[in-house]
């Protein structure tokens, strides 16, 4: 059963400590104007509850999983083994490795079983990938994808014209 037709995306963290990394997703999501419903659920430590809440995402209207997980990260690839919506995997930095760690753990995964990898603590570029996939099916995205984009070169633009200045000035 369809919730609605907005466009939604699951955003799932391995634990709390993954929040402050996703919260930059979640806004930037929310901004664009995605409906996003959240979780903590781990592979390891609520095995059970991270099958679940993949093999209902698509009932329940979700369209893209983006899912950050640190260390031994097997979260994305979990949700991506039980669902066949597309499952973006955010690799946490870590204290010990810098995040390498999660992110081979993300990014290697087996033939067959995709998982769409951004950078370490690339939450935004998750952001944004979701939303490229949902603008798809949902045509309003497309536009304020475009004024994103204008906006970021502009202010890149901005920040040159300001060296610039400033080199002319020294
Ligand atoms: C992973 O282990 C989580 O995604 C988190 O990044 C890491 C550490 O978890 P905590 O020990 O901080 O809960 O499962």
Partial sequence: MEVNNSPRVA?????DSDLPVV?????LLKNLGVQVE??????????DKAVI???EAHNKGIEVIIAAAGKAAHLPG?????????VIGIPVKTSLMGGLDSLL???QMPSGVP?????????ENAALLAVQILSLKHPELKDRL???????ALKVEEKNNALREKLETD
Wanted: glycine letters at 8%; charged letters at 20%.
């Fill in 146 to 152: 475009k004024k994103f984009r204008e906006e970021m």
């Fill in 115 to 123: 998982v769409a990898t951004v950078g370490i603590d690339g939450a």
């Fill in 78 to 86: 979990v949700l991506a083994a039980n669902t066949i919506l597309p």
């Fill in 53 to 55: 809440i993949a093999k």
């Fill in 23 to 27: 919260e930059g997703c979640i806004k």
């Fill in 11 to 15: 955003v799932i963290v391995g634990s």
């Fill in 38 to 47: 959240a979780f903590i659920c781990s592979a390891h430590r609520t095995p």
């Fill in 105 to 107: 753990s993300i990014v």
